[in-house]
């Protein structure tokens, strides 16, 4: 039976050189990161809900009783919907504000939504 044997990690020598990052470089690595984070995360989510076409629908859109079309939404169930998105705290605030107009215009009664922002979470769940 050969075993093998352990590569010796130290010293260790990159083989491809490299500096330190400037906080723009490190900034944009970052928000790279999180969109890639942020993409799987939603995936595995509608994956696991029950695919594709079972969780992304379209809910109509209805103000003062005239139907105004539809919109894409991601649901958990026919009543309540997700959102995921990776915020900036500036933009937070202004997103909520379009999140409820939104839920106010559907027949849906419950929006979760998880923001990833670098380090933070933020966990909101809106109501009507």
Same mark, same amino acid.
């Given at each position: 039976?050969?075993?093998?044997?352990?590569?010796?990690?130290?010293?260790?020598?990159?083989?491809?050189?490299?500096?330190?990052?400037?906080?723009?470089?490190?900034?944009?690595?970052?928000?790279?990161?999180?969109?890639?984070?942020?993409?799987?995360?939603?995936?595995?989510?509608?994956?696991?809900?029950?695919?594709?076409? #079972?969780?992304?629908?379209?809910? $109509?859109?209805? %103000?003062? +009783?005239?139907?105004?079309?539809?919109?894409?939404?991601?649901? @958990? &169930?026919?009543?309540?919907?997700? #959102?995921?998105?990776?915020?900036? $705290?500036?933009? %937070?605030? +202004?997103?909520?504000?379009?999140?409820r107009?939104?839920?106010? @215009? &559907?027949?849906?009664?419950?929006?979760?939504?998880?923001?990833?922002?670098?380090?933070?979470?933020?966990?909101?769940t809106?109501?009507?």
């Amino acid at each position: 039976m050969k075993t093998e044997e352990p590569i010796p990690l130290s010293p260790f020598r990159c083989p491809i050189p490299f500096r330190p990052l400037t906080r723009p470089e490190f900034d944009e690595m970052s928000r790279l990161v999180m969109a890639h984070v942020f993409a799987s995360l939603s995936e595995a989510l509608i994956h696991f809900l029950g695919g594709e076409s #079972r969780v992304r629908q379209r809910v $109509p859109l209805v %103000r003062a +009783g005239l139907p105004l079309g539809t919109q894409a939404a991601t649901l @958990l &169930t026919d009543s309540i919907a997700f #959102r995921i998105t990776a915020l900036a $705290p500036d933009a %937070r605030e +202004g997103y909520e504000t379009h999140l409820r107009r939104f839920l106010a @215009l &559907t027949p849906l009664t419950t929006l979760h939504w998880v923001n990833l922002h670098h380090h933070e979470l933020q966990l909101v769940t809106l109501t009507r």
